[in-house]
């Protein structure tokens, strides 16, 4: 299986980082009681963190990382679509360039933060629209989303395999 790749705002990494860190926590307190035991309670769950570091290659690695930064510098959350995850949004919080840049090599590093708020009240549902000869097989790999899921999102597509052009699919 061809692992999708990571889009932000219709920017799409031409080659995954090589490293992707996905962080899901908690807010548990602990506290110590007098009697020398502890107790623990939850209060909720944080939003997600997602963090990497990639390299960008060829002749046109700098132009690449300058779109990046203009992506990082933008004030509004996204939608985030990573491997094998239901897309979500997040803000581009961090942009880190690792080293000296060479003709033909930039190393990066960055860190995503989900839009909590966004995502726990947003009621709009998050569509993609067919393009050309798409089939709900292609949206499902470009998304990360899994089959069974976008089919029952979708009632009213009979056929995975033909969509027509225009048609919008309802991802998450």
Known sequence: ???????????????NPETLKVVNDNNIREQDLPSGSSISRYYSAKCR?????GKL???????KFNELVKLQGQSESGIL????????????KKLELLCEPS??????SFEFIEDCEK???????????????????????KYG??????????????????????????IC
């Open 1 to 15: 299986m061809k692992i999708s790749k990571i889009r932000f705002k219709g920017y799409e990494w031409e080659h």
């Open 49 to 53: 963190k997602v963090s990497g570091k």
């Open 57 to 63: 290659v060829g002749n046109e690695c700098l132009v």
């Open 81 to 92: 679509t990573l491997p094998s995850t239901k897309p979500f949004y997040a803000y581009f």
């Open 103 to 108: 003709p033909n090599v930039i190393t990066y």
């Open 119 to 141: 995502n726990h009240t947003d009621k709009e549902p998050y569509f993609h629209t067919v393009m050309g000869d798409e089939t709900l097989w292609d949206i499902s790999y």
């Open 145 to 170: 989303v899994n089959i069974e899921t976008l089919v029952s999102l979708n009632p009213e597509i009979k056929r995975v395999d033909e969509l027509s052009e225009g048609l919008k699919v309802k």
